[in-house]
């Protein structure tokens, strides 16, 4: 799997909008874009994923760069249940369902 | 919300013996995998397995590990003879075929403490 870049971690307030970045400047054509979650002492836990068009679903946004290289996971509204670890994973569709995990953005919540 | 449950949450076992994770994925899912987590670590890749067979493995996945699907529901991860490394969160996720293999959903863990 391509490599992504993330910062080991990032501080929000409650019920203010977060943005998460992820560099992948070497993504490849096939590559999918994931982010996960991992809440403390839980398993990861899906979030959103996309390829090449920005991304909307009920949990978060995902804003994907023109050229690919770099995305954006953006919760509208952070709560303190959204204070977890982010990951943003590449995975080559025409390779298998494996994802590589990296260390991830730790998102730390004030109220 | 269909989800994916683990036995044990918890277990301790003494360095030699074998262990057997269980897990039970979402009732369509058709892809199984393990992945594991030393503390305060990353989560890492063990194996994945489709149609009875292993299609992916890690280079973690040795001789002393090996996955079965007994019957219609269980997935299990066997470790033949435990070693202190071994002490690690087991996770097992599911997903399903096609556009859903993209979704893979996560059980809540098995903590193996290898005294």
């Known amino acids: 799997d391509a490599k992504t870049t993330q910062p080991n971690s990032m501080e929000s307030n409650e019920e203010e909008p977060v943005h998460l970045p992820c560099n992948h400047s070497t993504i490849s054509g096939t590559d999918y874009i994931h982010w996960y979650r991992q809440l403390p002492s839980q398993g990861p836990e899906y979030v959103i994923h996309?390829?090449?068009s920005n991304v909307n679903n009920r949990m978060a946004s995902l804003a994907i760069a023109e050229d690919r290289k770099s995305s954006t996971l953006i919760l509208h509204r952070a709560t303190l249940r959204d204070a977890a670890v982010y990951y943003c994973?590449?995975?080559?569709?025409?390779?298998?369902?494996?994802?590589?995990f990296g260390g991830g953005t730790r998102l730390m919540v004030k109220p | 919300e269909p989800e994916v449950t683990q036995t044990p949450s918890h277990q301790v076992t003494q360095m030699g013996q074998e262990v057997i994770l269980r897990c039970v994925p979402i009732?369509?899912?058709?892809?199984f995998y393990w992945y594991r987590q030393i503390l305060g670590q990353k989560v890492e890749f063990l194996v994945s397995?489709?149609?009875?067979?292993?299609?992916?493995k890690s280079e973690i996945f040795d001789d002393q590990f090996s996955v079965e699907r007994p019957d219609g529901s269980n997935f299990t991860l066997k470790i033949r003879s435990t070693k202190l490394e071994d002490s690690a969160m087991y996770f097992c996720?599911?997903?399903?075929?096609?556009?859903?293999?993209?979704?893979?959903?996560f059980g809540a863990g098995s903590r193996l403490t290898v005294l």
């Open positions: 996309g390829l090449t």
């Open positions: 994973i590449l995975r080559d569709r025409n390779a298998g369902n494996m994802l590589t």
């Open positions: 397995f489709y149609n009875n067979e292993i299609s992916e």
């Open positions: 996720a599911s997903s399903a075929t096609g556009v859903g293999a993209n979704v893979l959903t």
């Open positions: 009732s369509n899912h058709l892809y």
